[in-house]
């Protein structure tokens, strides 16, 4: 059971647009996540260097002691985050 995942831009992108390489399954765990009630993280803070919107990402899933991520950017598993897949 999933309790609480940060959830990237990525993953709203990947869930909004039909088009979009990783649409469903980006689908499948948003149902994933809808099925069990999960507490869903996210920022608003959003600029073109992902280095640093990626490390802010990483303090507050750190801050939040989250260790799992819906993102479609493999940044969050090369730092360690565990990352959800249909």
Known sequence: MIAAAFVDTSAFIAVAHTDD???LDALTIAQDLEDHRARLYTTNFVIKEYSLT???SFTIMTRLGLNTAFA????FG???WRV???
Request: aromatic share 12%.
């Open 78 to 80: 090369q730092y360690g």
């Open 72 to 75: 479609f950017d493999r940044h």
């Open 54 to 56: 990626d490390a802010i």
């Open 84 to 86: 959800l897949q249909p």
């Open 21 to 23: 390489e990783h649409h």
